[in-house]
């Protein structure tokens, strides 16, 4: 009668159901989406399109197993499909002179990048020729023309010369095209300015009650810069107070660090602030990071200076780490992004929590 899923799992179920391909969860009368504030990121990657490099390689992996199955006389489909990795090397080395992520427009007039995606839509329409002459030959192989035909419509998307307007109908509303580079690859996004349309939509196709709930839901007790953002028209909204006495039975302590952020220094100002009060909290504290490299200079640093467990992010999993903290009564936890939220320690042995830095996403991300 009760079926517990993440956000993604269920947001992969609709897209299932709209395309007609069958679904993964079955039908209910009543949907509760906790952690609703979550909501509009995540409808943003859903009702977006990406290319990248892993998708391009796998997808080349998965073709030449299948022209090697089915159409293992078929030379020419091979050599091209080997050109994907090779092409798809060549992009990702063209933005190595940019920063991690940017603006599509940016690099639109670099002559490197230019050539490079230049090259990739070549040898895909190549590809995509040779996959339909094949396509007849096996499953396998239509399948795989199948893949390369969504492909090529989102990497239509980043073609320099498409104008806005002829961007997908089904969008509604203005994208924002952007990328990201790391050492492992590439990746383009196509990202909807505003999911609104698309999601009040998609819950008028699932006629349910819809239950959004999260500590973070409202500004200033109000809900229309939540419902503003996913469409929510007409809906019954309600605030509570929290039923934990923060006045008795908190403090805040906002040391005076003098470094700052960016500073090489920050983390060790950090640690020498943070070690009286993981002192005075007898260990019982969580230290909570912005990234991974903070906490592991952080975890070298306090390695010599506590007398008390040092739990860090990485030696095991988040819930055998939970497991051992509590079972411990006096450990301390490093951790980041996925201690967060969703976590729940309950008693004294938790009594302090440390944040390094308050968390925020980079005003220069698209």
């Known amino acids: 009668d009760l079926v517990v899923v993440n956000h993604h799992l269920l947001f992969a179920d609709m897209a299932l159901k709209e395309e007609g391909f069958g679904e993964l969860l079955p039908t209910a009368e009543a949907i509760v989406l906790d952690e609703a504030h979550q909501l509009p990121d995540i409808a943003a990657n859903f009702f977006g399109d990406s290319v990248s490099s892993y998708q391009l390689k796998e997808f080349a992996?998965?073709?030449l197993v299948a022209q090697g199955t089915e159409a293992g006389d078929d030379q020419q489909l091979r050599a091209a499909l080997e050109c994907i990795s090779v092409v798809s090397d060549d992009l990702h080395a063209a933005f190595a002179n940019f920063t991690r992520a940017g603006e599509w427009q940016e690099v639109c007039?670099?002559?490197d990048v230019v050539q490079g995606f230049d090259e990739l839509v070549n040898i895909t329409a190549m590809i995509d020729q040779q996959l339909e002459e094949a396509s007849n030959?096996?499953?396998?192989l239509e399948n795989c023309f199948n893949r390369m035909q969504r492909m090529r419509l989102r990497m239509a998307l980043f073609e320099r010369d498409r104008p806005v307007s002829e961007e997908p109908e089904e969008a509604g509303a203005d994208w924002?095209?952007?990328w990201e580079s790391s050492k492992r690859g590439f990746v383009f996004h196509a990202t909807p300015v505003s999911v609104a349309g698309q999601f009040s939509a998609m819950l008028k196709r699932y006629p349910a009650a819809w239950i959004f709930t999260s500590a973070t839901l409202s500004v200033a007790g109000e809900f229309s810069y939540?419902?503003?953002?996913?469409?929510?028209?007409?809906v019954s909204a309600q605030s509570w107070p929290s039923p934990f006495d923060y006045e008795r039975s908190a403090l805040m302590y906002l040391p005076n660090i003098r470094e700052e952020p960016r500073d090489p220094n920050y983390v060790t100002a950090v640690v020498d602030a943070a070690v009286p009060v993981i002192k005075a909290a007898q260990g019982r504290t969580f230290m909570l990071f912005t990234s991974y490299r903070a906490l592991g200079n952080a975890a070298e640093l306090l390695a010599g200076q506590l007398d008390y467990p040092l739990l860090v992010q990485g030696e095991?999993?988040?819930?055998?780490?939970?497991?051992?903290?509590?079972?411990?009564g006096n450990a301390v936890l490093l951790g980041t992004s996925t201690f967060w939220q969703g976590v729940d320690v309950r008693g004294p042995v938790l009594s302090a929590v440390i944040i390094d830095k308050l968390p925020f996403a980079p005003p220069t991300e698209p």
Do not use: C, K, T
């Not at 030959?137 to 396998?140: F, T």
């Not at 939540?226 to 007409?234: C, E, I, K, P």
């Not at 095991?316 to 411990?328: H, K, P, Y």
């Open 109 to 111: 007039d670099n002559p």
């Open 176 to 178: 924002v095209r952007w």
């Open 61 to 63: 992996r998965d073709a």
């Open 137 to 140: 030959r096996g499953p396998m």
């Open 316 to 328: 095991a999993s988040r819930g055998q780490l939970i497991d051992e903290f509590v079972r411990l």
């Open 226 to 234: 939540y419902q503003h953002q996913l469409g929510l028209d007409d």
